[in-house]
Every structure is written in C-alpha cells, then in structure tokens.
C-alpha cells in the first residue's frame, strides 16, 4: 500500500458526523487519540427529525461540555403531554439521579453542527463535504481504513483520497452503506418504523411540552404509532408521525397524506395546514431494537442509526447514538491501549457485550410491544383504558422513554429494571 499524508492516517476514522459520529469523535480526541471525523454533507444541513430530545439526550448533552442554555436557543421542555382516547394527559418526566428532569427541542439543522464543532474543539479532525465509498480490507477482510471522495461547495466533484486507521467506526445513519459493504445487513427480525415530519408557523411554537398523539386512524384502521406536534421555539412547529412495521398498514399507507389528514383534526388557531407549512414533508426508516448486527467485526464497530440503536418503544434515536458512541469510544481507548493484537481484539469484543447488557433486555420488551401494538384491539384497549389510570401512565411514560434508576429508584423503577433483566437480550 503507498505511504498515506499524516493528515490522512490516524488511531480511529469516524464515519459521518451525525449525533453518532460526533459523540464518538468527542469522546476519543478526549481521551488523547487521534481521530479523522468524515461527513458527505456540509454544516449547517437539514436532517429529517422531530428534534425532540429527551432528558437521556440531555444527559449525553452535558457529558459532552455543551450546556443548552435558553439564550442560545435551546428550548426546555417538563415533560410528555399524550392525547388520546378522548384524555389530554400531561406526565412531567420523572425525578432521578440519573438522569436531568428536563427535555429540549433543538431542530437538527443546529444541533448536529453544535456536536460536530465540539467533536472538532476537543481535537477531532472533521472533513466535511467527504463521502466515504467505501472500505480499504486487508487480505484477511479486515478493515483498515477507508476510500473517500472530496466535493466542493458547489457540488463538483473533488478528489478520490483514502484514509486510514486500525479502527473505523460507521456511524453513516440508517443506510450505512459501510456496513454494508462489509457484509452487515438489516435483520429482518427486529422491528423497523418509518416516519415523516414538517414545519409549520405556529402559535404553538414556545410549548414547553413534548406532545404525542396516539390515536392515527387511516379510515377506521387505528395505527401502532403516534403523531407529534413539538414547538422549536422560533415561531414554527415540528409536527410528524411514526408507525411500526407490525401492521398490515405499514407498506401501504400514504404518510404525507396520513399526516395531512390528523393534523387537519387539530384545531384551525393552532395554524397547522397547509398555507403554513414552512418545509416539505419528509420522511425516512427508523432502524430499531438492534437491527443491524454484529456491532463489532474485523476492526468495524457500529454506533447509532448504523447499527439500529432507534429505541422500538418511543422512536427515540439521538439519546442512543450518542450512547453507542460513548461505549465505543471506551472500548476503542482501551483496546488502543493494549501492546498485542490479540489483547486489542478481546477488548473491541466487549462494545457488542456492553450494548446487550445495557440495552438487550429492554429491546427485547420493545418487540413484544411493537407487535401487540400493531394489533389495532390492543392498541385501541390501551389508549381507551390505560389513559385514565394516572399510576400506570407514570409507568408507562417511564418504560417508554426509558427512564429509570438503576438502584436506589421507586418502586415503579424496580419493576421496571426488574423485567429488563429478566427479558432475555436482545
Ligand atoms: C421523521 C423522523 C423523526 C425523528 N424524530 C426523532 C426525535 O424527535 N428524537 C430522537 O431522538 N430521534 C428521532 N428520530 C431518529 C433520529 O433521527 C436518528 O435516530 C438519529 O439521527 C441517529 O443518529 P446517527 O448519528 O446514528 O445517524 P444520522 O443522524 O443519520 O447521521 C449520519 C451521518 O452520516 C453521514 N453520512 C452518511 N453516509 C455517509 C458517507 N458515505 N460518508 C460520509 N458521511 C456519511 C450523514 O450525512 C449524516 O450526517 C427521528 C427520525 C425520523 C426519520
């Protein structure tokens, strides 16, 4: 192989500087290595999002030194209003130690280039308008670096470079073409949403609450999934739905106008139709519940959307891609660290093992919910009589968002952690 230019090696390349990408690129320029961040696009992008984030991303917000503060932007939320089953419910998100007791909504335009530029503060060598073609395999397919290809800000094509490292992490989103071209495909036993969202000029825009709708009908077929409406706190509103691959509804619903037809429910002040529309309808897969395995093969470790982190229960996707990210890092600082390839090797095996342990149990509740909920008797039995019951809505907002203490928590906490254990993982 020729000899690559130093600022095309490095201890660990990144590919794609989404939440993913960039928690990972932070957390190892952090820990002293040497990290290549590489990005197709160029900041500030639009991204499809509800650009909800819940006290879980909050918690990943401030572990990486970025404090969302009001002045700047950041729109604090208290908590989940649901609506349903003829009940307007608000549920303010629990008091833990382990997590902040406040949500943001932040649209993605903004947020992805904040995490990207704390990534590049803390060391992390970002190449944006770089499009990764693909991986550069060893004779034992092992990869070792990877193939790009350079834009310029008008779209001409730049060069063909290659970069290279012993570690690649793909954090290249839902398609992760990488993954692929190493063999790792979607599994077709897990569950899979797709969703779709846009903005709209809205008195509502300054909401401090996330709100969920959970009753979508298509006709008189009721819909495992729920629409949104979450301010962004700058005059619009971001309003979308999301739906589960275990109806019959998924492969032949139109969404764009499925979303049309329940936001033209909402009440005509609330500005939701189609004069203040302010975007176009857009929508993409939610990968869920581990889709995509194994985490970690021949030097290639997955992290986020890549690797199918979306959490299956509430279609929650940033707080776990900057999760992922953070174990990975971990475990790629140490792997580093160890003199023998071997010793590296046993420790890159554990990112694969920390994510079952940390999230298997609860994945595995998450596909026994998707597919009771894409009964639509289940789903109208739990909207009509689990609203009403205050205790079992704390519960449930909980178990769906994924938010409990690990040990010194509530009794609802313990039968929580309780059946993550004791679902087998996932
Ligand atoms: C409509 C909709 C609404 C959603 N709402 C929410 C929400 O409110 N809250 C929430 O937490 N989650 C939400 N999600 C899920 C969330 O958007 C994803 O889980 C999250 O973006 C995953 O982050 P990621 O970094 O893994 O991937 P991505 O955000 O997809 O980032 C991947 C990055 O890789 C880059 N890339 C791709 N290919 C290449 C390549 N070949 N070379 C270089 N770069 C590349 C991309 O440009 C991108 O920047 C929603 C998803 C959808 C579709």
């Not at 095309?8 to 190892?28: E, M, N, Q």
């Not at 290595?33 to 999002?49: G, I, M, S, Y």
């Not at 060598?125 to 990869?143: A, M």
């Not at 690990?406 to 993982?425: E, H, Q």
Request: aromatic share 8%; hydrophobic share 40%.
């Amino acid at each position: 192989m020729p000899q690559q230019p130093a600022s095309r090696t490095a201890d660990v390349i990144v590919v794609g500087a989404g939440p993913a990408g960039a928690t990972t690129a932070y957390h190892l320029a952090q820990s002293g290595l040497d990290v290549v961040l590489l990005e197709k696009t160029a900041f500030p992008r639009e991204k499809v999002c509800g650009d909800g984030l819940t006290p879980r991303a909050v918690k990943q917000l401030l572990a990486m030194g970025i404090e969302p503060v009001e002045s700047e932007g950041w729109i604090r939320n208290q908590g989940l209003r649901i609506i349903g089953g003829g009940m307007r419910l608000e549920l303010p998100w629990p008091d833990l130690a382990s997590f902040p007791d406040y949500g943001l909504v932040r649209t993605r335009e903004d947020f992805d280039e904040i995490l990207a530029r704390q990534a590049q503060k803390a060391g992390a060598r970002l190449h944006e308008r770089t499009t990764v073609t693909g991986p550069v395999l060893d004779h034992q397919g092992r990869i070792g670096g990877v193939t790009a290809r350079t834009s310029e800000a008008d779209g001409t094509k730049g060069d063909e470079v290659e970069f290279t490292a012993p570690l690649v992490v793909a954090a290249d989103g839902n398609s992760t073409r990488l993954s692929l071209s190493m063999g790792l495909r979607k599994r077709d036993d897990r569950p899979l949403g797709v969703a779709v969202r846009t903005y709209y000029t809205s008195p509502r825009h300054d909401d401090d609450w996330l709100e969920s709708w959970l009753e979508l009908w298509d006709g008189d077929r009721l819909l495992p999934g729920y629409g949104w409406i979450f301010g962004v706190g700058d005059g619009r509103v971001n309003a979308g739905l999301g739906i589960l691959n275990s109806s019959t509804a998924f492969q032949n619903v139109d969404y764009r106008d499925l979303l049309r037809r329940w936001l033209d429910t909402t009440p005509e002040e609330w500005g939701l139709r189609e004069e203040n529309r302010t975007q176009q309808t857009r929508g993409a897969a939610l990968p869920m519940g581990f889709n995509r395995t194994p985490h970690y093969t021949r030097g290639l470790l997955l992290v986020g959307d890549a690797g199918g982190m979306v959490n299956p229960f509430n279609g929650e996707g940033i707080a776990y891609a900057m999760e992922s990210g953070v174990m990975a890092s971990d475990v790629i600082v140490q792997a580093l660290g160890r003199p023998t390839s071997d010793a590296k090797e046993l420790a890159l095996h554990r990112y694969p093992s920390a994510l079952r342990e940390r999230y298997g149990g609860y994945y595995t509740l998450g596909r026994v919910f998707v597919k009771l909920i894409g009964n639509p008797n289940v789903m109208k039995l739990a909207t009509r009589h689990g609203l009403p019951h205050p205790t079992l809505m704390r519960f449930t907002l909980k178990l769906l968002a994924n938010l409990t203490d690990p040990r010194d928590g509530d009794a609802v906490d313990k039968v929580i952690n309780a059946l993550t254990k004791v679902a087998p993982a996932a």
